[in-house]
């Protein structure tokens, strides 16, 4: 891959591309609608991404091409005109990248030429947007020797999300991509940013990303209406104990308080939040000692608590996640992301992979009338220099 991304700028720029970066795409392994309840996520950074090879250049002039978009041409700007622009579509995400920066101190003087190719599937939720944030935040980072703390970057990825892109998204996606480990998840506190690396051994076993190809159009507006029923939640537990965030209970003291929950939803909202944190930081403990069967259960359990207490997942994710539960070879798998429509992640093992993958198709397109893709994919490192 990177021979090909050398080969394209150089076809493009008509001269070798000086540097090379990477940033991963990322999945969540389990913790889903946890962050915003004060509990813990658990996403690894993986071997697809994004990448940008780049030249420097003597004037304030940045030309961007994408071996993704080629029809979109050359995208052209100097480093005075760092404000959206439409028309410049997927080369927003970097620009908003480099505006970010300047805005927190960290300006350039002289503009570059990069060639962008990624290779994350598209579609298929596994962030390409806070992949292409990261690679030109590393780069910028690298080109000018500013030597910015990767947290502070990650920070920054995220505001270029939120304040120029104008998607309010959390921050997991761009710590996950921008500290990311081979071979390892990290345990995140979305609040706190605390984290802690638990090492993944799949020994016999991948990582299978599965695509119900279902676009998520409801998940924006039941996000806001489960944020919304676990504030509810949260306001009448705490006339019993004094938590800022639901996650701050472990099932235990939940269930010894959760009587003022009567309304049936609320309770079920607030019971999903409070399980999968529990079951999150189980799940890092399993991989800590190397339990995947545990590991795949929980997974698992996290997918019915999704479905029955959150009702996030929908038919599409449902099924898919059904048809691989039911497989032999699949000891976990679970929806990841926020819910109706999108991908589930599976833990399937190696011998028999293709028989495996066959029969959830067969199963799901029988039932849903056409067919998921699959992603096999590995635990990479977090965004930097090839």
Known sequence: MEAKVRKGFEEQFGFPAEK??????????????????????????????????????????????SGNFREQGVQSFTLDELVYEADH??????????????????????????????NIPNGAGLSSSASIELVMGAAWDDLNDFQIDRIEL?????RAENDFIG??????????????????????????????????????????????????????????????????????????????????????????????????TLYRRARHAVTENARTIQAAKALEEGDLQAFGQLMTESHQSLKNDYEVTGTHLDVLQHAAAKQPGVI????????????????????????????????????????????VVGIGGGAGLC
């Open 154 to 158: 990650v920070k920054l990825a995220q």
């Open 89 to 118: 579509d997927w080369a927003n995400y970097p620009k908003g990248m480099m505006a970010v920066m300047a805005e927190a101190g960290w300006k350039g003087e002289k503009g570059f030429d990069a060639y962008v190719y990624g």
């Open 332 to 375: 976990g798998s679970r929806m990841t992301g926020a819910g109706f429509g999108g991908c589930t992640v599976s833990l399937v093992e190696k011998q028999g992979m293709d028989d495996t993958l066959s029969a959830i198709e067969k199963a799901y397109e029988n039932e849903i009338g056409w067919k998921p893709d699959f992603y």
């Open 167 to 264: 998607v309010q998204c959390g921050i997991m996606d761009q710590f996950a991509i921008g500290m990311g480990k081979e071979a390892h998840a990290m345990l995140l506190d979305c609040n706190t940013l605390d984290y802690e690396y638990a090492p993944v051994e799949l020994k016999d076993m991948k990582l299978v990303i599965a695509n119900t190809n279902k676009r998520r159009g409801l998940a924006d507006s039941k996000y806001n209406e489960r944020r919304e029923e676990c504030d509810k939640a949260l306001a009448l537990l705490q006339q019993k104990k004094d938590i800022t965030y639901l996650c701050e209970l472990s099932p235990q003291e939940f269930d010894e308080i959760a009587e003022v929950l009567t309304d049936d």
């Open 20 to 65: 090379l970066f990477f940033a991963p795409g990322r999945v969540n392994l389990i913790g889903e609608h946890t962050d915003y309840n004060g509990g813990y996520v658990f996403p690894c950074a993986l071997t697809v991404g994004t990448y940008m090879a780049v030249s420097p250049r003597s004037d304030r002039q940045i030309r961007l091409f």
